[in-house]
DNA sequence: AAATATTATTAGGCGTCCCTAATTGTTTAC
DNA sequence: GTAAACAATTAGGGACGCCTAATAATATTT
């Protein structure tokens, strides 16, 4: 079992191994807590002696397979109360994260089990972040935003980032769902908005905001 | 606000509080927080400088107008997580209790509310204790011992006294839960224990620890 | 009332996690 | 290849919340 701090740190070195290449030093680490370096260093003797990561000043640091699992199991829980908050609550996407950061630490055997069942086993929090399974798979991860597609490029609707359900009647509205083919017709530098095809033959005009809200593939 | 500690502290003040003629003192609550005496010492200055609760050597101590608010959001908090973990969740009213000494602690403006919202505005948490309501008023709390019911008469289960799991779960292997229909058969003058009728035909005997334990209404 | 027991309090110290300042290593620039 | 810059580390210390041991204050016995 880990303290809250360790758990903190843990989900940083986590997030700092997705960028990959970077190696993890303690400098970055520092940045990612809001830490000083040498409060890290610290940091670094207890988790490397609790074998959760190992260090090395070339290679830098890195989540042991314990530490990975422990960390995987805080991005669940973490994201797994996002979705709570967000549709069984009603707090909008921005509002969930600080919440979710404390929530990501209650301590129970299975509750994130239970979460996980009671939410209908949701593969992505309302950010569009992939929830780990428990039995640490990972759903894909997607990362290309409506708004970031070329003028001209065809794409496929694979999440929302936004779950409210005005934004979810507006899509019902326009026939966008899971899998609509959208083509993006033209781009507006001015506001963001954009004109694009949905399906075969519908066109339309839509906000940034709204293009930010929808990730494709 | 308050941290963790400060708040649990709070919280065992508030629940001493509600046994009525003693005095709080620096050896009741710690044993209520399950520490030494000379550590409630240096958290009584604490609290008391931040004007949570004053402090008299004669008159013990007593939780502020500041100090009561805080308490009662706190226990507000404790009840409705429990009443998620249970109806929602699916936990044992056993399991509860201790998640919510943690998820009691988290912190969001209206975390309470949308709580109280999603979950029905329920007045009364699993373990049959009144949930305290947004503007400080609180449900009925019910008085009336198992115990002190005279043969013949039949009533009802509206809370517990007693949430340790030995206890729950011995209830659960009874069949008792909130709203089952007891009936008391009989009562033995010399160790208080009585013969209970529990719901339509189950007949069983049980202490008079376990008669104190429940209140009915 | 004096002796004894109990309670409250002070003093000093420990572990955790943080800091600043000083030192040692390691790059990068010239 | 050396100077300057940057990164890693050590040393020492602080706040918080806990402890034990010693002492002061108050109750209880006798």
Sequence with gaps: MQTLTEE???KAIYRLSLDDGNKITPTSI???VSVNAASVIDM???LT???LISYDKVKGAKLTEKGAKAALLIVRKHRLWEVFLHDKLGYNWDEVHEMAEQLEHIQHEDLAERL???LGYPNYDPHGDPI???NGEMPKSFTTFLSQMAVGKSC????VKDTSSVFLQYLLQLSVSIGTKI???DKVAFDGSMSIQIGKDFTTIVSQKFADSLLVD
């Design 132 to 134: 780990p399974k428990s």
């Design 30 to 32: 520092a940045e990612a």
């Design 44 to 46: 670094i003797k207890k």
């Design 116 to 118: 996980d069942e009671f």
């Design 156 to 159: 496929r609707v694979v999440a």
């Design 49 to 51: 002696e609790k074998k």
């Design 183 to 185: 083509k993006v017709m």
């Design 8 to 10: 903190n740190y843990l």
